[in-house]
């Protein structure tokens, strides 16, 4: 089995930073794509930012410029560096990989437990 365990949320006040970080532990033959989405009270879980196999990025507009998303593949981890940030940003942080267990397998989609980020005004 895959685990993906979130470490790095917290209380920032606006401005502030914060990185998080997720690395995915267990039997890995690869991974493709990481990400990260947030659920706010109220609201559905989104996609914040993305990051392929080939490093490839994509991110919401809301954190555009603000928010850098990498991996370091020898370590299964993806990170979010978060700057900037604003009490809008306050929510559940939730990381997320696919992953392939062996090379003949499809890739499983896998969800971390969350991680909560409140930033104070």
């Known amino acids: 089995q895959v685990q993906l365990v979130e470490s790095g949320g917290g209380l920032v006040q606006a401005g502030g930073s914060l990185r998080l970080s997720c690395a995915a532990a267990?039997?890995?033959?690869?991974?493709?794509?990481m990400g990260w989405y947030r659920q706010a009270p109220g609201k559905q879980r989104e996609l914040v930012a993305r990051i392929n196999s080939g490093d490839s990025t994509n991110y919401v507009d809301s954190v555009k410029g603000r928010f850098t998303i990498s991996r370091d593949n020898a370590k299964n981890t993806v990170y979010l560096q978060m700057n900037s940030l604003k009490p809008e940003d306050t929510a559940v942080y939730y990381c997320?990989?696919?992953?392939?267990?062996?090379?003949?397998?499809?890739?499983?989609?896998?969800w971390g437990q969350g991680t909560q980020v409140t930033v104070s005004s």
């Open positions: 267990g039997s890995i033959f690869s991974i493709n794509a």
């Open positions: 997320n990989a696919g992953v392939k267990l062996k090379w003949y397998s499809d890739y499983i989609n896998y």
